[in-house]
């Protein structure tokens, strides 16, 4: 057991793949990810990254980390399917509630596949309750993809570096306040770093405007094998009237241009935005489910 390093990228991406592939699902690479993730200031990878080593290869992963906002911290990790009896799912969890302690953060959240029954059943047994349930969505390009037309009223716009940076820090502050996992005002300087300062490609973002002033927004970034949609979010009293919808089939357009074959994003099932229904309408489908877990630390 040691600390992750960059070199073990492509190990822990073939972890990933071959545990997703044993049980059914759409494998995802974790690569563009983990380059964004360990690139932000508040993650250490000394601290906060484990791999398991056993053979020359790498058959468990265990990353935490904790933005300094108010929450629980965050879990992710997986274990070789070869070597499921072992412990290791175990030791994954002793790990995460561990360092929830060390770093005194009352709770740990984390993800578990929805078809993984194994690992449903150890969260479970250790204390852990299921809160919420996550959609992967995707779809594949063809590069034809059209923009459409912006609702009546509302004009999509390019963001410019710059002159729209607290503005749309604002606007995303805002249309979140009300998502199931809020925990408060994200700093502007976390914000900017999430989005411009990462391991890969900033952020490109659209904006929509009414009303002479900016009540949506749409982020998306480039990733191994496609394009990720960081955010949708428009102002409540501007949702419901085919905002989000229009800056994601924008979007759509701009990531099948610039060559990407495809484009997903993550979505809350039950999210009370209705915002499953627009991905859908926008041509996305299920990829992969999820369920999330949390557990209080004593």
Do not use: C
């Not at 496609?226 to 759509?252: E, H, K, N, P």
């Amino acid at each position: 057991m040691r600390p992750a390093t960059h070199a073990d990228l492509n190990g822990i991406d073939q972890l990933y793949v071959a545990s997703e592939e044993a049980l059914g699902m759409l494998p995802e690479s974790r690569t563009s990810f983990l380059r964004w993730k360990w690139s932000q200031p508040y993650l250490d990878l000394e601290r906060d990254t484990r791999v398991l080593v056993h053979d020359g290869g790498i058959v468990g992963f265990s990353m935490t980390d904790h933005d300094g906002l108010s929450g629980p911290l965050v879990s992710m990790g997986r274990t070789h399917h070869r070597h499921l009896g072992r412990g290791l799912g175990g030791w994954l969890v002793d790990r995460a509630i561990r360092q929830a302690r060390l770093r005194g953060i009352g709770g740990v959240r984390t993800l578990a596949p929805s078809v993984d029954r194994a690992a449903r059943e150890l969260l479970l047994r250790t204390g852990f309750a299921q809160v919420r349930t996550t959609l992967d969505m995707g779809a594949d390009l063809t590069g034809q993809e059209q923009p459409g037309e912006a609702p009546l009223g509302v004009r999509i716009r390019r963001f410019e570096r710059g002159a729209d940076d607290r503005a749309t820090w604002e606007l995303e502050n805002a249309a979140f306040r009300d998502h199931w996992d809020h925990i408060g005002e994200v700093p502007f300087e976390l914000w900017e770093s999430d989005w411009f300062s990462g391991g890969e490609e900033p952020a490109e973002v659209l904006l929509a405007e009414a009303d002479d002033r900016l009540v949506g927004e749409v982020a998306w970034v480039g990733v191994e094998g496609g394009a990720y949609v960081l955010s949708v979010a428009t102002l409540s009293d501007y949702r419901r009237r085919g905002i989000a919808g229009a800056l994601l089939r924008r979007a759509i357009a701009d990531i099948a241009a610039a060559g990407h074959p495809s484009v997903y994003l993550s979505v809350d099932s039950a999210s009370p935005t209705g915002a499953v229904g627009v991905y859908e309408r926008a041509g996305l489908e299920v990829l992969r489910t999820s369920d999330v877990f949390d557990r209080d630390v004593a």
